[in-house]
C-alpha cells in the first residue's frame, strides 16, 4: 500500500494543469462544433474521455510503474498484435487511415495506445542495458523493438504517430546515453532511407508535404491551411470572443476541433490565448522532466522521458501545421483537440508520471 509519505510526492500541480488544458478543450471544442449536427456529440464524448481519463491517471498512479517494466516483453507482445489487427482488420476512421478497433461499445487506436506502452518497454528494455549502451549493438537492438510497431503504424496508414515513435525512441536512447557518433550514424541512414519512405507513403500524404513546399500544387488543399492562417490573423491581440471567430462559425476552417483547434483557439482568444495555452502545456512538460530529474531509477526517468516528448512534440507539430510552420500530419494538440483515444491515452502517460513520482523513495510502496 501507498503510505502518507508517498501520497505526499503526487504531483498535484501537473493533475491540476491537465484538467484545466481539458476543460479549455472542451469549450474550445463546442465552439467549433457548435450548430454543426454532424459533431452534436463531440462535446459530450470529450466530456466523458476526460473523466474516466482522470479516473485512469489516479489509477495508474496508484499501481506500481515497476510492475509494468517487469512484464515489458508481454506488454510489447500484446501491442503487437492489436497493432497487427488494427492494420489487418480494423475500421478506417475520419482522417482516411485503417487504425480503429471495434469493441462493441466503443472503439480505439491501438496506434495512440503504441506511444505509451512503447515507452515502457523502451525504459525497460534500455535501463537493463545501461551498461552497454555505448555500444551500436544496443542501440541497435532497441531500435528493433520499436521497427515492427512502427512498420504496423506506417501502413495503416498514419505518418504522423509514426515520426511520433521514431521521435520518442530518439529521445529515450539519447538520454540512456547514446553516444553523439552514433546519433550522426542514424541520421546519415535517415537520409538514406527517405526516398524509399517517400515513394511507400500514400498520395495523399505526399501531398500534404507538396502542397506545404508549394502551395500552388493543390489549392483545395491549402484552402484549409490559408484559413487557419487567416483565423490567426483574425484574433489579433485579444481575440474576437469566445464562440465570436469568423472562420469557425461561418465554417471556412474545416476539421477545426481536432487538427486546426489551435486556430480557433487564436482567433477566438487571440494572442494571449495561443501563448496562454502554450504556456499551460509547457509547465506540463516542465513538471514531467521534473519527475524524471526526481526518479530514483532509470526505468522510471526514461519513463518520464518519454511521456514529455509525447506531449511536446506533439504540441510543437500541431501548433506548427496551424502556422504554416510543418506540413499537416493529423497529430492531435495535447488534452485540448477532439479525440478520445489520443486524450485517454495521454492521461495513461500522465499516470505513469505520478506512479515514477509516488515511488521517488524505494521505501515508499
Excluded at 86 to 93: A, P
Aim: net charge neutral; glycine share 10%; with cysteine.
Amino acid at each position: 500500500m501507498l503510505t502518507t509519505r508517498a501520497l505526499r510526492n503526487f504531483d498535484y500541480l501537473l493533475l491540476v494543469l491537465v484538467i484545466i488544458l481539458i476543460v479549455l478543450g472542451i469549450m474550445m471544442i463546442a465552439s467549433a462544433t457548435r450548430d454543426v449536427a454532424s459533431l452534436e456529440g463531440r462535446v459530450q464524448s470529450q466530456t466523458f474521455f476526460g473523466i474516466v481519463g482522470i479516473g485512469v491517471v489516479l489509477a495508474v498512479a496508484a499501481f506500481d510503474y515497476r510492475y509494468l517494466t517487469s512484464t515489458y516483453l508481454w506488454i510489447y507482445g500484446v501491442l503487437v498484435v492489436f497493432l497487427a489487427l488494427g492494420s489487418l482488420l480494423g475500421t478506417e476512421g475520419e482522417a482516411g487511415a485503417q487504425s480503429w478497433i471495434n469493441l462493441g461499445v466503443a472503439g480505439f487506436q491501438p496506434s495512440e495506445l503504441a506511444k505509451m506502452l512503447l515507452i515502457i518497454v523502451l525504459a525497460q528494455q534500455l535501463a537493463q542495458n545501461a551498461g552497454r549502451i555505448d555500444h551500436l549493438q544496443t542501440v541497435l537492438i532497441s531500435l528493433g523493438f520499436v521497427a515492427i510497431p512502427v512498420f504496423f503504424i506506417f501502413i495503416q496508414p498514419d505518418l504522423g504517430i509514426t515520426i511520433l515513435v521514431l521521435v520518442t525512441w530518439f529521445v529515450m536512447v539519447w538520454a540512456a546515453g547514446m553516444r553523439w557518433q552514433h546519433i550522426l550514424l542514424f541520421a546519415l541512414v535517415g537520409l538514406i532511407v527517405m526516398p524509399i519512405l517517400w515513394s511507400q507513403m500514400e498520395d495523399y500524404q505526399r501531398s500534404r508535404i507538396s502542397v506545404f513546399i508549394n502551395p500552388e500544387n493543390d489549392p483545395d488543399a491549402f484552402f484549409n491551411i490559408d484559413q487557419a492562417l487567416v483565423a490567426i490573423g483574425n484574433g489579433g491581440v485579444l481575440g474576437r470572443g469566445y464562440m465570436q471567430g469568423s472562420q469557425s462559425q461561418l465554417r471556412y476552417l474545416r476539421v477545426r476541433h481536432t487538427d486546426f483547434i489551435f486556430a480557433v483557439i487564436a482567433e477566438e482568444l487571440g494572442f494571449v490565448g495561443g501563448v496562454a495555452v502554450l504556456g499551460l502545456i509547457f509547465l506540463v512538460v516542465l513538471r514531467v522532466l521534473r519527475a524524471a530529474r526526481l526518479s530514483h531509477d532509470m526505468a522510471g526517468g526514461l519513463i518520464c522521458y518519454g511521456v514529455a516528448t509525447v506531449i511536446f512534440f506533439q504540441t510543437l507539430v500541431s501548433i506548427g501545421m496551424n502556422l504554416r510552420l510543418l506540413p499537416v500530419t493529423g497529430l492531435t494538440l495535447p488534452f485540448i483537440s477532439s479525440g478520445g483515444s489520443s486524450l485517454v491515452t495521454l492521461l495513461f502517460g500522465i499516470g505513469l508520471v505520478e506512479s515514477v513520482l509516488l515511488r521517488r523513495d524505494p521505501r515508499d510502496v
